[in-house]
């Protein structure tokens, strides 16, 4: 398996508070996301970079914006969470469009009380 | 635009077949099939590139028709395992590898 961890795991926050969300992968993938889960929406993506310093906006990207100042992290930052932003957060990474695999963390639960 | 499964949910008794569709209304690059168990993160099961070409992966096989973007996964003689929330992906061609999934079809085999 891909080495590609998620921090914090589960964070609970309040509204208006800044969070932010780190992945960190092992394997040298050029290829990162965020998607976020929710009941009956599945997996929708948040951000994406196709190398460091390179990304662009997913389908639900308003209000989150993202990092990658190195190829193994990748930051997902809440700049004043709301309550809508309560979900399961999943990084995943990728080496090559063609050879296809996502890689998933773990997953992050964020709670925006 | 997220691409359509259907259907959302089937339940199976082990041994039975299964058939998960998954359709887009853009061109298509590619179509992925992951499976998710619940409190897990999503796993790869495999990918199709656009030429129709059809994989297998144990019992697990899947179509591409990148005519009418539509994929279908086939699961033969499903097997306790099997159970878990099965999520296709799909990439157009831009160039860059963006992945769109669909809701899910969640998969219950029983005893």
């Known amino acids: 398996d891909a080495g590609i961890t998620q921090s914090p795991r589960h964070k609970v926050t309040e509204t208006g508070t800044p969070v932010t969300l780190r992945c960190h992968q092992t394997e040298n993938h050029r290829y990162m996301y965020w998607y976020r889960q929710d009941p009956g929406h599945g997996l929708r993506l948040i951000h994406y970079?196709?190398?460091?310093?390179?990304?662009d906006k997913g389908e639900v990207s308003d209000g989150y914006s993202v990092s990658r100042s190195k190829t193994e992290d990748f930051l997902l930052t809440l700049e004043s969470a709301t309550s809508s932003q309560t979900s399961v957060y999943f990084c995943?990474?990728?080496?090559?469009?063609?050879?296809?695999?996502?890689?998933f963390g773990e997953g992050s639960r964020l709670t925006v009380l | 635009q997220q691409p359509v499964q259907s259907p959302q949910a089937v339940i199976l008794r082990e041994g039975e077949d299964a058939v998960i569709n998954c359709s887009s209304s853009k061109a298509l690059y590619s179509v992925h099939w992951y499976r998710q168990k619940h409190g897990e993160a999503p796993v790869f099961l495999m990918i199709l590139l656009k030429g129709g070409e059809q994989k297998g992966h144990e019992k697990i096989s899947a179509s591409f028709n990148e005519k009418k973007q539509q994929s279908s996964l086939y699961l033969t003689a499903s097997q306790l395992s099997y159970s878990g929330t099965y999520f296709c992906g799909t990439e157009g061609s831009t160039g860059f590898q963006k992945l769109v999934f669909g809701t899910g079809t969640r998969l219950l085999v029983s005893p």
């Open positions: 970079s196709y190398g460091v310093k390179d990304t």
């Open positions: 995943a990474s990728s080496i090559s469009r063609d050879t296809g695999e996502l890689f």
